[in-house]
């Protein structure tokens, strides 16, 4: 396994490196100090990398529309966000970039090991307080309607049945592959609910999908 860890201090990126030898003992480590040392390592291989961990405010940050680039180019890695911020703007503005996680710097250990493999496993990390603040209070309220009748929320905006079990197993973090497997669908089906779902929510994508299902288990 191959990772990329972006940040300016230095002790830090030791203690993640040692963090991160916990998910694989081969993995390999290639560190950047500044913005222009990561878009530079991205852009001559960002598809060689597994992992890509990168803090905001890095000397040389150009704002979100550094990390949109940088998840742009490396399109097949995850890239996700580790930072001292957990204002909840930043949250949302690295989600809408593209990042497929954001975990504080004062996560525990085991809280971060475990947003990491949510992460490989197809999933979307978001801290709690995320969840539970104003970035979910944004969500437009939808009605989500049931094959047996029933109801939530309060828009016009409808789901079936399966279309709701998916949205939970998005919720979930799960791979279309895993869908397919706990709903006993084929991973092309998966799709075409997952699509569905985007355009009755009026989300462009799974990050966002998470959000609103989130507000909506509230």
Wanted: with cysteine; net charge negative; charged share 20%.
């Amino acid at each position: 396994m191959k990772i990329l860890i972006g940040d300016d201090h230095l002790l830090f990126r030791e203690g993640l490196r040692r963090l991160l030898e916990q998910l694989s003992a081969d993995a390999t480590f290639t560190d950047a100090s500044t913005f222009d040392e990561v878009l530079e390592l991205v852009q001559n291989g960002g598809d060689t990398f597994d992992l890509i961990l990168i803090d905001l405010q890095m000397p040389g940050w150009p704002g979100f529309s550094g990390l949109e680039q940088v998840c742009t180019e490396a399109s097949d890695t995850p890239v996700v966000v580790v930072s001292a911020s957990e204002n909840q703007a930043d949250v949302r503005s690295s989600l809408d970039a593209g990042a497929a996680g954001f975990i504080p710097k004062s996560s525990s250990v085991k809280i971060m090991l475990s947003a990491l493999n949510l992460v490989f496993s197809g999933g979307i990390y978001l801290p709690p307080s995320a969840i539970h603040a104003d970035v979910a209070a944004k969500a437009t309220p939808i009605k989500v309607e049931t094959e047996h009748g029933g109801d939530r929320g309060s828009n016009h905006h409808q789901l079936t049945q399966r279309q709701w079990e998916v949205l939970n197993c998005l919720r979930e973090g799960k791979s279309n592959k895993q869908i397919a497997y706990e709903l006993g669908l084929s991973e092309g089906t998966v799709k075409i609910h997952v699509t569905a779902i985007f355009k009755s929510l009026g989300v462009k994508n799974r990050t966002q999908a998470v959000i609103v299902a989130s507000e909506l288990q509230r």
